[in-house]
T-cell receptor, first 114, second 112 residues
Framework: DVKVTQSSRYLVKRTGEKVFLECVQDMDHENMFWYRQDPGLGLRLIYF???????EKGDIPEGYSVSREKKERFSLILESASTNQTSMYLC?????????????FGPGTRLLVL | KQEVTQIPAALSVPEGENLVLNCSFTDSAIYNLQWFRQDPGKGLTSLLLIQSSQREQTSGRLNASLDKSSGRSTLYIAASQPGDSATYLCAVRSLGGSRLTFGEGTQLTVNP
C-alpha cells in the first residue's frame, strides 16, 4: 500500500513566521504535489516536482517555495506566513506522469496563521 | 484554462437510495477523469479513474461514466449506505500535463 505522510495534522503559527510543511512518500514515486484546499475554492495546485531538485509552479505559487532534495521528501515553505495562508494543505504523489497513474494523497495539514 | 464544476454542492438522501453526482468540465482535451472521496478532515482517496477512451468504470456499488465530447461525467452510487457519507470530488487531467484540475466537490449525507 502506498503511504503518503505529512509531518503535522494541525499547526498554529504567527504572522511573519517561516513555516515548513513536510511530506514523505514510501513508494519511490517520481511526482509529488502540494495543494491547498479552501471552502468555495476547492483544491488548487501550489507547486509540483517531477524529480529530485526539479520543481514547477502550479496555479497559486505566490508566497510559497518548495524543496525536494531527496526523492521521497517534498517540503512546502511559507517564507513569511500571512493570515490568508490559513488553509488545509494536501500533499500527493504519483509514480510517473503516465496517463493511467493516479495521485495518492496524504492526510492533510490544517494550518492556522494568527 | 480547464474548469471543473460539480452539481449539486450538497445532497442528503435516505439509506438505500440510488443517487447520481454530476461533474462537468470545459475543455474536452483530457487524458482521464478521476473521482475521489474525502472524509472530514482527511486526505483524498481515489475511487475510479476513467481514461479518455473509456465510457465507464465500475467498482462495487460505484459506476462512473464519461462523455468527453460533452464534457460530462457522472458518479452513480447504488443502494447508498451511511458509510458513503463524505465529500466526492471530480478531477480531470488535461492533455500535455501531470496536474489535476478539481471541482469543488459534492458533500453527500446518507441518513440511516
Amino acid at each position: 500500500d502506498v503511504k503518503v505522510t505529512q509531518s503535522s495534522r494541525y499547526l498554529v503559527k504567527r504572522t511573519g513566521e517561516k513555516v515548513f510543511l513536510e511530506c514523505v512518500q514510501d513508494m519511490d514515486h517520481e511526482n509529488m504535489f502540494w495543494y491547498r484546499q479552501d471552502p468555495g475554492l476547492g483544491l488548487r495546485l501550489i507547486y509540483f516536482s517531477y524529480d529530485v531538485k526539479m520543481k514547477e509552479k502550479g496555479d497559486i505559487p505566490e508566497g510559497y517555495s518548495v524543496s525536494r532534495e531527496k526523492k521521497e521528501r517534498f517540503s512546502l515553505i511559507l517564507e513569511s506566513a500571512s493570515t490568508n495562508q490559513t488553509s488545509m494543505y494536501l500533499c500527493a504523489s504519483s509514480l510517473t506522469g503516465r496517463v493511467r497513474e493516479t495521485q495518492y494523497f496524504g492526510p492533510g495539514t490544517r494550518l492556522l496563521v494568527l | 484554462k480547464q474548469e471543473v464544476t460539480q452539481i449539486p454542492a450538497a445532497l442528503s438522501v435516505p439509506e438505500g437510495e440510488n443517487l447520481v453526482l454530476n461533474c462537468s468540465f470545459t475543455d474536452s482535451a483530457i487524458y482521464n477523469l478521476q473521482w475521489f472521496r474525502q472524509d472530514p478532515g482527511k486526505g483524498l482517496t481515489s475511487l475510479l479513474l476513467i481514461q479518455s477512451s473509456q465510457r465507464e468504470q465500475t467498482s462495487g456499488r460505484l459506476n462512473a461514466s464519461l462523455d468527453k465530447s460533452s464534457g460530462r461525467s457522472t458518479l452513480y452510487i447504488a443502494a447508498s449506505q451511511p458509510g458513503d457519507s463524505a465529500t466526492y470530488l471530480c478531477a480531470v487531467r488535461s492533455l500535455g500535463g501531470s496536474r489535476l484540475t478539481f471541482g469543488e466537490g459534492t458533500q453527500l449525507t446518507v441518513n440511516p
